[in-house]
């Protein structure tokens, strides 16, 4: 495959794709293969296509001579040297970084049947434990997780969003109950949760409370006063731990949390029965939670000092193993979807320098960040996919994974 001499054309004019992309009624990745690749998609009629370039062409004042020429092959260059776009104007590349985490994608049901599949194998489709990737990074959060939930503790998850925070949360439900272990989980209710009232209303210690009255003893009524009612709290928790019972609190969505709250989740941590402690403290959050646990902060310096904090890391070396593993729960194998030249540029596209372009400014090499979480992989190939489909190409290579 080779580009076309429109690429040339559509400089010379001052053509944006995108703009030629919108009038034509196509996708720009679509057309974007066409140019840089003379890939024709299945799903539109090549005499038809041709019809609708050469109109918009001629709308935009290309001369007779030049459309001539638009659709002749022109020598493509090394891979190394391909450009993962047209770069017909500045805001290309700025609209491909952005574009570096794609919104939720579906495998469309022409991509199943192109690769002989019979469900979704990137859908977050997790019915069982079984169902959960696991690297030794994601192992030690969940075994973290755990220990916290079994013997006591209070940690902080931290990851970035599509990292599987909330899968490792129902994980560690689902193995409480599965093991049946006597712990009773408890989880406040967050839906609209802020860390100021002016933006929505904030989680406090009252709520926390109530939240463990619920779980621990449903058939008791809160009592009026915070006092009385933190007294409550703490006897249930007793009487609980008593009978043969761990508790934990698991609060998602914890970057929300208002400091003052942090600040009172160390006096719930305390809670005893002589040398027992009462309740084990999950939280679950983005990247800001961490930040709300600076050690520089002197408001949280007490709840600091007690909470570890783990993360979640991307996938970087792993990705060969998370996509073997997607692929192989759904029966297909993986080397049939998507080539290794393709795994790689999915890599690539998932790495970028541009949060580090501070230092680089300073003199320094920008450090590299690594975007390669489980949603942005799924997202990204999926979309990968359905071009695939649509190009008619038997397996992702690293030109289509250019080209999304």
């Given at each position: 495959m080779?580009?076309?001499?429109?690429?040339?054309?559509?400089?010379?004019?001052?053509?944006?794709q995108?703009?030629?992309?919108?009038?034509?009624?196509?996708?720009?990745?679509?057309?974007?293969?066409?140019?840089?690749?003379?890939?024709?998609?299945?799903?539109?009629?090549?005499a038809?296509l041709?019809?609708?370039?050469l109109s918009?062409?001629?709308d935009?004042g290309?001369s007779?001579?030049?459309?001539?020429t638009?659709?002749?092959?022109?020598?493509?260059?090394?891979?190394?040297?391909?450009a993962?776009?047209?770069?017909?104007?500045?805001?290309?590349t700025?609209?491909?970084?952005?574009?570096m985490?794609?919104?939720?994608?579906?495998?469309?049901?022409?991509?199943?049947?192109?690769?002989?599949?019979?469900?979704?194998?990137?859908?977050d489709?997790?019915?069982s434990?079984?169902?959960?990737?696991?690297?030794?990074?994601?192992?030690?959060?969940?075994?973290?997780m755990?220990?916290?939930?079994?013997?006591?503790?209070f940690?902080?998850?931290?990851g970035?969003?599509?990292?599987?925070?909330?899968t490792?949360?129902?994980?560690?439900?689902?193995?409480?109950n599965?093991?049946?272990q006597?712990?009773?989980v408890?989880?406040?209710?967050?839906?609209?949760m802020?860390?100021?009232?002016?933006?929505g209303?904030?989680?406090?210690?009252g709520?926390?409370?109530?939240?463990?009255?619920?779980a621990?003893?449903?058939?008791?009524?809160?009592?009026?006063?915070?006092?009385?009612?933190?007294?409550?709290?703490?006897?249930?928790?007793?009487?609980?731990?008593?009978?043969?019972?761990?508790?934990?609190?698991?609060i998602?969505?914890?970057?929300?949390?208002?400091?003052?709250?942090?600040k009172?989740?160390?006096?719930?941590?305390?809670?005893e029965?002589?040398?027992?402690?009462?309740?084990?403290?999950?939280?679950i959050?983005?990247?800001?939670?961490?930040?709300?646990?600076?050690?520089s902060?002197?408001?949280v310096?007490?709840?600091?000092?007690r909470?570890?904090?783990?993360?979640?890391q991307?996938?970087?070396?792993?990705?060969?193993?998370?996509?073997?593993?997607k692929?192989?729960?759904?029966?297909?194998?993986?080397?049939?979807?998507?080539?290794?030249?393709?795994?790689?540029a999915?890599?690539?596209?998932?790495?970028?320098t541009?949060l580090g372009?501070?230092r680089?400014?300073m003199?320094?090499?920008s450090?590299?960040?690594?975007l390669?979480?489980?949603?942005?992989?799924?997202?990204?190939?999926?979309?990968?996919?359905?071009?695939a489909?649509?190009?008619?190409?038997?397996?992702?290579?690293?030109?289509v994974?250019?080209?999304?």
């Amino acid at each position: 495959m080779a580009a076309l001499q429109l690429k040339q054309v559509m400089s010379d004019a001052g053509i944006k794709q995108a703009d030629m992309a919108r009038e034509m009624g196509i996708a720009r990745p679509t057309l974007g293969a066409l140019i840089n690749h003379g890939q024709w998609p299945r799903s539109i009629h090549t005499a038809a296509l041709k019809d609708l370039c050469l109109s918009f062409l001629i709308d935009c004042g290309v001369s007779d001579q030049a459309l001539i020429t638009v659709f002749e092959e022109v020598p493509e260059p090394c891979v190394e040297d391909v450009a993962p776009a047209v770069s017909l104007d500045s805001s290309t590349t700025d609209e491909k970084d952005d574009a570096m985490l794609l919104r939720k994608q579906g495998l469309s049901p022409a991509s199943k049947k192109h690769f002989g599949l019979f469900r979704d194998p990137l859908a977050d489709e997790v019915q069982s434990h079984e169902d959960v990737f696991v690297s030794p990074d994601i192992r030690y959060v969940r075994e973290a997780m755990w220990q916290t939930a079994r013997h006591g503790g209070f940690i902080a998850v931290v990851g970035e969003s599509g990292s599987g925070k909330s899968t490792l949360r129902r994980d560690l439900i689902d193995r409480i109950n599965r093991e049946g272990q006597h712990v009773v989980v408890i989880e406040p209710y967050v839906l609209g949760m802020e860390d100021t009232d002016t933006k929505g209303k904030t989680l406090k210690a009252g709520h926390i409370a109530e939240a463990i009255l619920t779980a621990v003893a449903p058939l008791e009524a809160p009592k009026s006063s915070p006092e009385a009612r933190f007294r409550q709290v703490h006897r249930v928790l007793r009487d609980s731990r008593r009978s043969g019972n761990q508790h934990v609190l698991v609060i998602e969505e914890a970057h929300g949390l208002p400091i003052s709250t942090l600040k009172h989740l160390k006096r719930f941590f305390e809670l005893e029965d002589g040398f027992a402690k009462l309740l084990s403290i999950v939280l679950i959050g983005q990247s800001e939670l961490r930040s709300k646990l600076s050690e520089s902060d002197p408001n949280v310096r007490e709840v600091v000092q007690r909470c570890e904090v783990v993360e979640l890391q991307p996938l970087d070396g792993k990705l060969e193993e998370y996509l073997k593993f997607k692929f192989d729960r759904a029966g297909k194998p993986v080397v049939e979807v998507i080539d290794q030249a393709g795994i790689d540029a999915l890599r690539s596209r998932l790495t970028t320098t541009r949060l580090g372009m501070g230092r680089k400014a300073m003199g320094g090499e920008s450090p590299a960040v690594s975007l390669l979480y489980p949603l942005a992989v799924q997202n990204l190939l999926t979309a990968c996919m359905n071009m695939a489909a649509d190009l008619g190409v038997p397996r992702v290579t690293a030109d289509v994974v250019r080209e999304v």
